[in-house]
């Protein structure tokens, strides 16, 4: 079962993982000086601290190079999308792992996943509401 919830050698490389996980994340020292002309104004910090997150995020979630939502669940998806059929999703958690669902969720519908990106031979998908389709993903951070 392990076997079938790894991700494949094109998205473990494009993560940067070697062997069993990946590089952790190292975050910037506040306190550390910025040799930049000027100070970032706020959009700036606000986009350096998202990326931050999101690099945090994917550390979390796939540093082991494993799926966390099962590769069969983004299938069924992708079929009943090419089928135009209408569905809704409902996720159920029993702890604290909805946060880690919705991010992996989000990133497929965006076409981010690192496995349904459109690289490495694998398909591109897309649920943002691009080319007239059901917008799946979450409005709120």
Same mark, same amino acid.
């Given at each position: 079962m392990l076997k079938s919830l790894m991700l494949p050698k094109g998205a473990r490389e494009e993560l940067g993982i070697t062997g069993d996980s990946m590089d952790p994340v190292e975050e910037e020292d506040p306190n550390q000086k910025r040799n930049d002309e000027g100070s970032d104004d706020e959009d700036t910090k606000a986009e350096r601290a998202r990326q931050l997150a999101d690099k945090k995020m994917r550390y979390k979630l796939f540093n082991e190079g $494993?799926?966390?939502?099962? @590769?069969?669940?983004? $299938?069924?998806?992708?079929?009943? /999308? /090419?089928?135009? /059929? %209408?569905?809704?999703?409902a996720f159920r958690t !029993? *702890? %604290?792992?909805?946060?880690?669902?919705?991010? %992996? !969720?989000?990133?497929?519908?965006? *076409? %981010?996943? @690192?496995?349904f990106n459109g690289r490495?031979?694998? @398909?591109?998908?897309?649920?943002?509401?691009?080319?007239?389709?059901?917008? !799946? $993903?979450?409005?709120?951070?």
């Open positions: $494993r799926y966390n939502i099962i @590769p069969s669940f983004f $299938r069924t998806l992708m079929y009943l /999308k /090419k089928q135009k /059929k %209408e569905f809704s999703i !029993f *702890g %604290e792992d909805l946060d880690d669902v919705v991010y %992996e !969720f989000d990133k497929f519908c965006k *076409g %981010e996943h @690192p496995c490495n031979n694998m @398909p591109l998908v897309k649920m943002d509401g691009s080319k007239n389709s059901k917008d !799946f $993903r979450f409005k709120d951070d």
